[in-house]
């Protein structure tokens, strides 16, 4: 469930960010995580994992904003909605 709201909330922005159309591309592949990765990393084992890995041609976003975008109820959105960046949760999750 929590693998599904990120993707969506991703989806959600990526639509904001291409008002004029574009693509989002979602890819998945094989990574094998060693022990000098896990070393650098608190909490991450290594072996086999599935990277999931998302993007979009969307507009960039400022830099002052984009340092921003982790922040816990940050939104890009010109009128609060339902829908703010999310990314906050998103990064707590992965």
Sequence with gaps: MQVETALLNLAINARDAMPNG??????TNNAAIDQQY??????VDPG?????SVSDTGKD?????????????FTTQKSWSRYGLCLSMDYGFA
């Design 61 to 73: 976003m400022p830099g002052e904003m984009f340092r921003k975008v982790f922040e816990p109820f």
């Design 38 to 43: 896990t070393a650098r990393e608190v909490g």
């Design 48 to 52: 086999e994992y599935v990277r999931i």
């Design 22 to 27: 574009g693509s989002l591309i979602v890819g």
